[in-house]
């Protein structure tokens, strides 16, 4: 897990701190919750709804909360990012402590939790991008999507990774909803992106930019594409910028789509529509400026990423063709003997995420990436929980994380009232924990303390014209904290 420094605020505030973490009474349940992003939320706001005494203590290892929805969902989504709301409410609840910049397995171990709490729960997601293995894939300009979006959303992990975009064609192997997010910030005009949070750094590279066509490769076919309509709709109206798509891919969708359900019957149809039909007037005209251009291509597995004359970054990439074996959308693809080149200079893969394991103790099946669990609860594990895609794995949106994060919380509380879970024996919770920490010289970043940093960064953005302008530094945060 990647290291940072810790820095005390100064003892003034640390003492302040610690005065506004209150000793529970013998009888209040003490749950922590290892991650702040949306699983972590929605497990605390079931808690408190569900439980009149719970105490809730939510951990992060940077000093900001809100995880995926910070680092993670599109800038220009910010309408995705609304849910922080109900989150801020819930961090401002008396029963809630935010404890930020804390890694567990560093600054506190993952025992020191486990007995210091009734119930700890796992909600820190799918940290890792799943790698292609194929020769190639260490080359220069071969990046995870998840990095890039971390990149051009302020990860302090990733805000100095290496992106040379002074290429002309970039390929995304996927086609989910992050696939379609990276080849949308990669073409979008500049003018738009400047209206987001995107940090300047970033918006400085991509105003330096020579991309203008963006592949995103599927192994399977455009019935199986793994976006969603909102995605494919932003594709097609996108400005500057016109599909550029096999009409043969797509010919086969028109007697499929009656047999599908609703929901993937639309998006097949939009589909459809733009890969076959001559557009409307006004896309037409849009396209026929167009300087820059996306495309889709199917039925393609990556064997093979080939370097350029020197050896030392990528020049293309190298495909399997595919057959389909198999009935309807369950379908699976099949490599054949034939290949094809698609050249390009810079390789996102976008292949999915998957979790790690933060202590040799947890049942932790590495092929899926999640903690083994049912319903929420880890298996053998008494009092240990799990939520969100550390449990599900990472699928679904930010709905489907809250669903898990409701039912997570609503079995621990069941677990609590039926005794199943046993509250009887007074836990020391935060207390026992900052305790341990000041004892290392380390304080934990408050909520306070980040509606500090926030409203600092809302304020530069301001002077930007921008929504806010991210830290993308550890150091530089703490030091805002400072003053």
Not at 92 to 99: A, E
Not at 229 to 242: A, H, N, T
Not at 266 to 276: D, P, V
Request: proline letters at 5%; glycine letters at 8%; aromatic letters at 6%.
């Amino acid at each position: 897990m990647y290291r940072y420094a810790k820095t005390l605020v100064g003892r003034e505030a640390y003492r302040k701190a610690l005065s506004n973490f209150s000793t529970a009474s013998n009888n209040t349940p003490q749950v922590c919750i290892i991650g702040s992003g949306p699983a972590g939320f929605y497990t605390a706001q079931q808690l408190l709804k569900s439980h009149s005494s719970v105490q809730v203590d939510i951990y992060e290892r940077l000093p900001v909360p809100f995880g995926l929805v910070r680092y993670g969902v599109a800038p220009d989504h910010p309408e995705v990012k609304n849910c922080i709301n109900t989150f801020t409410q819930t961090a401002s609840k008396d029963r809630v402590s935010f404890l930020g910049n804390i890694t567990i397995g560093q600054d506190v171990t993952f025992a020191q939790l486990r007995n210091a709490y009734h119930a700890v729960v796992l909600a820190y997601g799918s940290a890792q991008d799943r790698k292609l293995n194929i020769p190639g894939e260490s080359l220069s300009n071969v990046c995870s999507a998840r990095r890039f979006v971390g990149w051009y959303n302020g990860l302090p992990e990733d805000a100095d990774v290496k992106i040379n975009l002074d290429v002309e064609s970039a390929v995304v192997i996927g086609q989910g909803n992050v696939a379609v997010d990276v080849a949308r910030i990669l073409l979008s005009p500049l003018n738009v992106l400047r209206k987001t949070d995107i940090p300047e750094s970033v918006l400085d590279s991509l105003s330096k930019s020579r991309v203008k066509r963006v592949v995103l490769v599927g192994r399977r076919g455009p019935e199986h594409v793994a976006l969603t309509i909102k995605e494919l709709r932003e594709m097609v109206k996108l400005e500057q910028c016109r599909p550029n798509l096999i009409p043969g891919d797509y010919e086969h969708l028109k007697a499929l789509i009656p047999t599908l359900p609703r929901s993937r019957k639309r998006l097949i149809e939009l589909l459809a529509k733009t890969g076959l039909d001559i557009p409307d007037p006004k896309l037409a005209s849009v396209y026929a400026t167009a300087n820059r251009e996306w495309q889709l291509r199917f039925l393609l597995s990556p064997v093979e990423i080939l370097p350029t004359e020197d050896g030392k970054a990528v020049a293309g990439v190298r495909l399997a063709k595919n057959r389909l074996e198999g009935e309807g959308l369950d379908q699976r693809a099949v490599q054949t003997e034939e290949y094809e080149v698609l050249e390009c200079g810079l390789l996102l893969r976008s292949i999915g995420y998957k979790g790690i394991s933060i202590d040799p103790s947890l049942p932790f099946d590495h092929k899926t990436g999640t903690v083994a669990n049912e319903n929420g609860r880890v298996i053998g594990q008494k009092g240990l929980y799990a939520s969100g895609w550390i449990s599900t794995g990472p699928a679904g949106v930010i709905l489907s994380t809250m669903t898990s994060g409701f039912n997570t919380g609503k079995h621990i509380v069941s677990d609590i009232e039926s005794g199943e879970l046993d509250t009887s024996e007074t836990k020391g919770g935060k207390v026992q924990i900052l305790q341990h920490l000041s004892n290392k010289g380390l304080q934990p970043v408050t909520f306070d303390d980040w509606n500090r940093l926030d409203d600092y960064e809302i304020k530069t953005g301001t002077r930007l014209g921008k929504p806010r302008e991210k830290v993308t530094d550890v150091e530089k945060m703490l030091d805002v904290l400072k003053h």
